[in-house]
């Protein structure tokens, strides 16, 4: 007993402290994704009967429903160009760096319910699909996390709610950059660093800034939901909503940063075989979709 | 196949089931209350079948509850280990309990193991659990007598079959 127990505390505290232990887990939970399969598929088998069985009418609602989108949304994209267009312009002028768009692809949620005490999920994209520890994690409303661990077929995912999460945030109104920390309380996170002085209110929209080089910018966080500035102290605590739906969301978005401008088009087209979406050229791939019509 | 009607096949797959249903995906507010059917498992076969199933199948459940659930590679393998070896230390006597006594060692094991499980877990700076954490311990003693169950009527139809 005593030996298996020391065994036990040391390969913990190994795994706490160095990362000494990650290729052994990713290796070895190849042995267990069999059995996150054969769990996730009820799951994924009941949603297919589901949708078997939807009747025609709600089928064609939706349908309608989906197209308004679609068509709301194409016409706020084409704003954006022409605004991205414009601060390329900009940034031209001011002899800044370019933005280099990034690479989007998309994975599903499996599910298996992880440790309660950790945020983390468990994406179906893993070191084969170029999955790479680090790699920031959307969903269709915002940032959801950072894959954590990477094994051949699956990536663990830590949320932006989990404690030991920070993220580099930017006030999208003023422009004052601070960080957010997961609380372990799925709908909150925390800004425990704001100058007391500081435009801060309720209601303001977060976004990644960037800096850290993890995420790329611009990306909605989180919504403020109060400000507590106690007298006397050097700092303001808020407290904001992350945007993304972190329990709810099934499809999510792996992003790969920019590369250097001359190599970028051609590694993301080497490593990339069943090509991503660039951001930039979203509009194309809208008008693909409608094609098959 | 004898080793199969000898139970060591048996419990293997009972293992793997245990650990599909621990990966089960509950709602939030009842994710806590999930029992640990690692442990009553390893519970009853240590019991039942102490010189196949003893400590190290422990540490490799262990180890694997630990890759399925995403959690330090030894946290459930420490509190399976712990649990195996008081299991063997008392088994003479536990092997003669009747079925209420056996459920409320079993209470007491996992009551334990919550114990330790909170002692790891703030180690690691967590924050301290709500009061479900404290109840998944009474909802596996309560399924205890069933798994009993279901488990011996498993291995009688295999040692018969």
């Known amino acids: 007993m005593v030996a298996y127990g020391m065994l036990a505390i040391i390969l913990m505290v190994v795994d706490h402290r160095a990362d000494l232990l990650t290729p052994v887990r990713s290796t070895l939970s ?85 440790d309660p005490f950790r945020h983390r999920i468990l994406i179906n994209r893993g070191s084969r699909h170029g999955v790479f520890p680090g790699q920031p994690l959307v969903d269709a409303n915002g940032v959801m996390g950072q894959v954590t661990l990477v094994s051949p077929m699956t990536a663990e995912v830590m949320l932006v709610s989990d404690p030991d999460h920070a993220l580099p945030i930017q006030f999208n109104r003023t422009g004052l950059r601070s960080i957010a920390f997961g609380t372990g309380r799925t709908g909150e996170l925390q800004l425990p660093h704001i100058p007391i002085s500081a435009d801060v209110l309720g209601g303001d929209l977060l976004v990644t800034s960037g800096l850290g080089g993890h995420f790329p910018p611009g990306i909605p966080v989180a919504v403020i939901e109060r400000v507590t500035r106690t007298p006397g102290e050097t700092f303001a605590v808020a407290n904001a909503t992350p945007v993304a739906a972190l329990d709810r969301s099934r499809e999510v978005l792996l992003l790969w940063p920019q590369s250097s401008p001359d190599d970028s088009a051609d590694d993301a087209n080497q490593d990339n075989p069943d090509a991503g979406t660039t951001i930039g050229e979203s509009s194309d791939v809208l008008q693909q979709s409608e094609a098959p019509q | 196949m004898s080793r199969y ?157």
């Not at chain 1, 704003?79 to 370019?98: C, D, G, Y």
């Not at chain 2, 690692?38 to 180890?63: N, Q, R, S």
């Not at chain 2, 946290?75 to 070896?85: K, M, N």
């Not at chain 2, 790891?120 to 479900?132: D, K, Q």
Request: aromatic letters at 10%.
């Open chain 2, 5 to 161: 009607r000898r139970g060591g096949g048996l419990a293997l797959v009972s293992f793997i089931i245990g650990l599909a249903l621990t990966m089960v995906p509950l709602p939030d507010n009842v994710e806590l209350l999930r029992p640990y059917w690692l442990a009553m498992l390893l519970i009853y076969w240590c019991l039942e079948l102490p010189e196949k199933i003893g400590m190290g199948a422990a540490f490799v459940a262990g180890i694997a509850m630990d890759l399925a659930t995403g959690t330090l590679l030894g946290e459930h393998a420490l509190s399976l280990v712990i649990v195996a070896f008081l299991v063997r230390r008392f088994r003479l006597r536990l092997r003669f309990f009747p079925m209420w006594q056996l459920t409320l060692v079993v209470l007491a094991l996992l009551m334990n193991d919550r114990v330790v499980t909170l002692w790891i877990n703030g180690l690691r700076g967590a924050e301290a659990p709500s009061w479900e954490f404290w109840i998944a311990p009474l909802i596996g003693a309560f399924l205890w007598p069933w798994i009993y169950l279901i488990l011996d009527r498993a291995r009688q139809r295999s040692a018969t079959a």
């Open chain 1, 30 to 114: 190849l042995a267990i994704w069999p059995v996150q399969m054969a769990v996730d598929l009820p799951v994924r088998a009941g949603r297919w009967v589901s949708g078997q069985l939807a009747s025609h009418d709600a089928l064609e609602q939706q349908n309608q429903q989906l197209y308004d989108d679609l068509l709301k949304a194409r016409m706020n994209l084409h704003k954006l160009e022409s605004l991205v267009a414009e601060n390329e312009r900009l940034r031209i002028l001011l002899n800044a760096a370019a933005n280099q768009p990034g690479e989007v692809r998309a994975a599903e949620l499996i599910n298996v319910d992880l």
